[in-house]
């Protein structure tokens, strides 16, 4: 069929013609959203699930609906040893100059340019050609403890907005790569800000782990957000998300067709858009059959293989390449990591650097003491197919002969 009114969108956080399947966070997060700006507490979430099911897409969905309710937002994605410092400046600038225009806010919102100038003075964040056009303020956001200052320079943001009538959403994925500190800071802001009724709330959306970080970093996290998960989609959504895109174009997909798809992804959202997109593309005419769908999984494993399951090994170093494959000969996981180590013939003290390592580059994770998984949903497949050579080291087992006893005469 025709590859222009292709209705799939394999991309990294790309809106899918159909979001299926998530309307419960969608909803609350709207609902959290309108009961903050009416004053009214409600939880900030951290949407939790693996590579490519689609929380990028979400947080860029409740961007659009704290737009909708008249937020201002800051959205962010967390780079790998890059302090929340740094990331926050610039953008709350702006926030504070676009409310520094409301007349009901023009004060609060210049004096919380002084607080942010003096955090960025204090943290010395480097902050190019952008200008404050006012002193910063002196007492406030500037003891050099982040764990102090960022509330103070968040809490000032929150109390402009909601001079202005409005609130503040802050958007960060990929949380997991923040550091201790940040988390911890940012966590003790959200609670300061809830206690004082201010309309400041945060979406954070990171790999399966961020919700025990969070808990490490304080332990009254548990309290302070919701923490929806986010798998893979049930077989319901999953034919919605690819028919549903289908029929908008005026075409169909038979129910066998529809089969194959949802078997070979296993419900996952970007491996839906992979396949519906190949199957659209293979498809000479309406309706896709389940020949089409079948034809197409050879191209869309060859170019998750080139592209999306490539990218993260090209990361790894040839001893953390062995490391994930022995993971990989065991199966999905999640796998014990003496067994792991077992494969490898080490033992569990040697792999644990290679095992902190891969948890640090966001390739496997552990929700369990001694237990490890991947990150990313059939990459343990993709390993056999890319080192179909490789060969277990774990020692063989000694066989013992059996003596028989003879009877003497």
């Not at 926050?88 to 942010?116: F, I, N, T, W, Y």
């Not at 949802?262 to 491996?271: N, S, V």
């Not at 996981?333 to 966001?362: C, D, F, M, Q, Y």
């Amino acid at each position: 069929m025709d590859p222009r009114t292709n209705p799939f969108t394999p991309g990294a956080g790309t809106q899918p013609p159909e979001l299926a399947g998530r309307e419960s966070i969608t909803e609350n997060a709207e609902t959290a959203l309108g009961r903050v700006k009416l004053g009214r507490h409600a939880r900030s979430q951290l949407l939790l699930g693996l590579r490519g099911v689609g929380k990028t897409v979400l947080l860029n969905r409740i961007d659009q609906l704290a737009a909708e309710e008249g937020y201002l937002s800051v959205f962010l994605e967390a780079p790998e040893d890059r302090r929340l410092a740094d990331m926050l400046v610039p953008p709350l600038r702006s926030l504070l100059v676009k409310l520094s225009r409301v007349e009901q806010a023009k004060d609060l919102a210049r004096r919380g340019l002084g607080v942010l100038r003096a955090f960025a003075s204090t943290f010395k964040v480097e902050v190019g050609d952008v200008e404050f056009g006012i002193e910063p303020a002196t007492g406030m956001a500037d003891s050099g403890s982040l764990e102090f200052d960022l509330p103070e320079m968040l809490l000032s943001v929150a109390e402009a907005a909601k001079a202005a009538n409005t609130g503040v959403a802050i958007l960060i994925d990929e949380v997991q790569y923040l550091s201790t500190s940040d988390l911890g800071a940012l966590i003790v802001s959200l609670h300061k800000s809830d206690q004082k009724g201010l309309p400041l709330l945060f979406f954070g959306a990171g790999l399966p782990q961020i919700a025990a970080l969070a808990g490490d970093a304080k332990s009254y996290a548990e309290r302070l957000f919701e923490y929806p998960e986010v798998g893979r989609l049930s077989e319901a959504a999953a034919r919605d998300a690819i028919r549903t895109p289908v029929r908008r174009e005026g075409a169909d997909i038979a129910n066998d067709a529809l089969d194959t798809i949802i078997a070979a992804t296993q419900g996952y959202p970007y491996f839906l858009q992979e396949w519906g997109s190949k199957a659209w593309n293979t498809a000479a005419a309406s309706p896709i059959t389940a020949a089409d769908a079948r034809r197409a999984a050879v191209d869309a494993l060859k170019h998750l293989d080139q592209g999306f399951f490539r990218v993260r090994l090209d990361r790894l170093t040839p001893r953390e390449r062995e490391y994930v494959r022995a993971m990989a000969e065991l199966g999905p996981g999640p796998h014990r990591s003496g067994e792991i180590a077992r494969l490898l013939n080490v033992n569990v003290t040697t792999a644990a650097p290679l095992r902190n390592n891969l948890i640090r580059k966001g390739m496997i994770y552990s929700q369990q003491y001694g237990e490890t998984a991947f990150t990313v949903p059939m990459f343990d497949e993709f390993m056999r197919r890319s080192m179909p050579d490789w060969q277990s080291r774990a020692p063989k087992l000694a066989t013992r002969k059996r003596r028989g006893s003879r009877k003497g005469k």
